[in-house]
């Protein structure tokens, strides 16, 4: 007689402890160079260099060290797979936001071996983003969500060559700085566009569902978010580069196809989510966010596109003040602080309890924030390209009422997380 086969035993889920505090480490470096890039928009025009200073503690510091912290984890969750080390994950971290520190300060301090080695290790931090996103998936236990993992390595493989193209030009290879008015429109598409912005969407394709209460379907325009904007930017900026006209202008239509496309999936699942009853006002500025930053996306990404197929190829087809409201401020920034605002509860460290006071806190004055937000968005939006400085001051206190504000209580309710649960 055969003896009974022995009952299969189910996969110990992973120890994600490390892992949720290497995002919040990162969420809230990212909100320091958030609230840095702030401050610097203060300093005289000079000295801040117009509008790069506070565009660089913007992109290659929030943008960069809350992905850096973010993308392996989703990549981990979605696989249903141990994560990296918490030794590789905060290395990672430490090297995207110290580079984008020392080139901060390299340039702003006319110190050009300074930023050249911040170059250098931000590239290196970005390998190692890489790498922690991507080990993860030789365990996996369940799908490993290849359009997300395949989206992430193509972000990746754009911000180390926008990058490349940055740290070249600063320790002064000829070549590159007598071409540099082509190639800059190049390195803002690569950082701004295909990193990330593919990145932003490319997670929100499973995000904004679960921030709104609907079901995450696989959708059509899903695929073509990914897309357009994996294919869109790099063309854009070889078109520049190459001083291609038509190659600049597929990849314009391409990008503006992925922008379009992830507008269509946001409103096919905003159709379906949950009408919550409970802790409205966090609900309210986490999805008020993230639907008020796809807006500027789509209007952004109109006025970046529109220029390469109205200019082509030419230098002043890139232009930081017609995009710096709309995708940095309205977009990028939104989009970090809603994030932000619904993962410090749902997985932060602390008691339920502690979890219920941390929604409450950040849904304080919720539509007061999205409101200063979104008025300091449109004041840039207006104010840069037209050259209206009343409009540009104004963008200054109502973004720090919003997104600073924003910043501040959600330090505080990390805080509230890590304090001692009562016996």
């Known amino acids: 007689m055969s003896s009974p086969a022995a009952p299969r035993r189910r996969p110990v889920p992973a120890d994600r402890s490390n892992d949720r505090l290497v995002v919040l480490a990162a969420l809230g470096i990212a909100l320091v160079f958030l609230l840095a890039s702030l401050v610097s928009m203060l300093l005289p025009p000079e000295t801040r260099q117009g509008a790069w200073l506070p565009l660089h503690l913007a992109l290659a510091g929030a943008a960069a060290t809350a992905i850096a912290g973010v993308m392996p984890f989703f990549s981990a969750a979605l696989a249903a797979a141990p994560p990296a080390g918490a030794r590789l994950r905060f290395t990672a971290v430490g090297a995207v936001s110290a580079g984008a520190l020392a080139v901060s300060v390299g340039v702003i301090g006319q110190a050009s071996v300074l930023a050249v080695a911040g170059g250098l290790l931000f590239i290196t931090g970005a390998g190692l983003t890489g790498l922690a996103t991507v080990r993860p998936l030789r365990r996996a236990l369940g799908p490993s969500r290849g359009l997300v993992t395949r989206a992430y390595v193509l972000a990746l493989s754009a911000l180390a060559a926008g990058a490349a193209l940055a740290t070249i030009f600063l320790a002064g290879w000829p070549p590159l700085v007598e071409s540099w008015a082509h190639a800059r429109g190049a390195h803002a598409w690569l950082n701004l566009v295909g990193f990330v912005s593919l990145v932003i969407a490319t997670t929100l394709l499973h995000f904004f569902p679960t921030v709104v209460g609907a079901r995450i379907v696989a ?41 379009a496309a992830l507008a269509v999936y946001a409103a096919q699942t905003w159709r379906t989510r949950a009408r919550w009853t409970s802790d409205r006002g966090w609900h309210r500025f986490a999805m008020g966010g993230l639907v008020c930053a796809i807006g500027w996306f789509e209007a952004g990404m109109a006025l970046a596109a529109g220029r390469v197929l109205l200019l082509g190829s030419e230098p002043a087809a890139w232009s930081i003040d017609v995009v710096a409201g709309p995708l940095v401020a309205g977009w990028m920034s939104q989009a970090v602080v809603a994030s932000a605002t619904h993962l410090v509860p749902a997985i932060g460290p602390g ?23 979104n008025g300091g968005a449109a004041a840039l939006a207006l104010g840069l390209p037209l050259g209206l400085e009343p409009l540009q001051a104004a ?29």
């Open 395 to 423: 963008a200054v206190p109502l973004l720090g009422l919003g997104l600073g504000s924003t910043a501040l209580l959600l330090g505080v309710a990390v805080r509230v997380g890590l304090r001692p649960s009562a016996p």
């Open 219 to 259: 959708r059509p325009s899903a695929r073509l978010t990914v897309a357009g904007l994996a294919l869109g930017a790099p063309l854009v900026a070889l078109g520049l580069v190459l001083g291609s006209d038509p190659l600049a202008r597929i990849g314009a239509v391409c990008s503006l196809g992925g922008a």
């Open 351 to 373: 008691s339920p309890v502690a979890h219920a006071s941390q929604r409450r806190l950040l849904g304080r004055d919720a539509e007061l924030r999205l409101a200063g937000i």
